[in-house]
């Protein structure tokens, strides 16, 4: 008579001791993300006020199935519609965000602002230019300049004035005072007081 034993398919003593709660092998490497972060990393939550938190958190249950519309603006103290606006808001800052970013640096007002004005110097630089090349033509060919444009009646004309020389004549009057304030010290303190 043949017999067929059947052995117990219990695990040896010490695999079993081996293993970890979580069925790993002790020793084993963690692979992957941490398991303290989820979706969108851990810094996640720090990024936004609480209220701002409370609202997300509210919006995506909704979206969910966990809870319904009026739960969910009863739990954040606000009227339906008044979920619903910030329901809108944020599935609004989720499609803006998904937007593809260009690639390269973004311009900024900064850059733009300076790239305009080194334009108006390049610029104002060739006008410049021209302008000597037409009073070098003009006087080539024997053109006299144009006419200076009429003065309107009851308009001043004002001496135009290098704002440098405005402040060297100051510099000079100030120099010059000084000057003379230093001449007259010493004559006052060489005369007997009255």
């Known amino acids: 008579m043949n ?4 052995a117990d398919k219990q695990p040896h003593p010490s695999a079993a001791a081996a293993k970890q709660a979580n ?5 084993a490497v963690a692979r992957g993300r941490p398991r303290h972060t989820g979706p969108g990393g851990s810094d996640l939550p720090r990024e936004a006020s609480r209220q701002a938190r409370r609202v997300a958190a509210m919006v995506l249950e909704v979206l969910a199935g966990a809870r319904t519309p009026t739960e969910a603006a009863q739990a954040l103290e606000v009227s339906v519609p008044r979920y619903y606006q ?3 808001r944020a599935l609004r800052g989720l499609l803006s965000a998904c937007e593809p970013i260009p690639k390269g640096r973004a311009p900024s007002l900064a850059h733009e602002l300076a790239r305009l004005q080194r334009d108006k110097e390049r610029l104002q630089r060739q006008v410049l230019g021209q302008q000597a090349l037409v009073r070098a033509a003009q006087r080539t060919v024997g053109l006299s300049p144009p006419p200076a444009p009429a003065k309107k ?6 001496r135009r004035l290098a704002r440098a020389l405005n402040v060297a004549a100051r510099l000079h009057d100030a120099n010059n005072a000084n000057n003379a304030n230093q001449e007259n010290a010493p004559a006052e303190a060489a005369s007997p007081g009255v």
């Open 3 to 6: 017999t067929i034993v059947v």
């Open 23 to 27: 069925g790993k092998q002790p020793g």
């Open 86 to 88: 910030l329901e809108t």
């Open 153 to 158: 009646a009851g308009t001043k004309t004002r």
